[in-house]
């Protein structure tokens, strides 16, 4: 069983920065594909960032993100990381990392290990 609990969520300012971290509770989460997902109240979870498992060669972003996220992961301290840059108020929602073994996913149910997530506000 894999434990994710993510840290890093805020309040920022449009235009501004926010990292956040994805910790896992094993020591072989390097053997695991990890995403980044988003979710508004009245609305489904949606796609963010995936990182592939091993050296983290492959990622994928949402379209909405792409060029503003970066996707990154530290095997030695089993974290997967989201850097987030020119923040707009319409990433306001609470993440969640998710991991799977296998090749990387942007689907929801493709994951078996969800956090609880954390949120982020951006005011405009």
């Given at each position: 069983q894999v434990q994710l609990?993510?840290?890093?969520?805020?309040?920022v300012q449009a235009g501004g920065s926010l990292r956040?971290?994805?910790?896992?509770?094993?020591?072989?989460?390097?053997?695991?594909?990890?995403?980044?997902f988003r979710q508004v109240p009245g609305k489904?979870?949606?796609?963010?960032?995936?990182i592939s498992?091993?050296?983290?060669?492959s990622t994928y972003y949402a379209d909405s993100v792409r060029g503003?996220?970066?996707?990154?992961?530290?095997?030695a301290k089993n974290t997967?990381?989201?850097?987030?840059?020119?923040?707009?108020?319409?990433?306001?929602a609470?993440?969640?990392?998710?991991?799977k073994f296998g090749s990387i996913s942007w689907s929801v149910t493709a994951y078996d290990y969800w956090?609880?997530?954390?949120?982020v506000t951006v005011s405009s």
């Open positions: 609990v993510e840290s890093g969520g805020g309040l956040l971290s994805c910790a896992a509770s094993v020591s072989t989460f390097s053997r695991y594909a990890t995403g980044w489904d979870r949606e796609f963010v960032a995936t498992s091993g050296n983290g060669a503003r996220f970066t996707i990154s992961r530290d095997n997967v990381s989201l850097q987030m840059n020119s923040l707009k108020p319409e990433d306001t609470v993440y969640s990392c998710a991991a956090g609880q997530g954390t949120q």
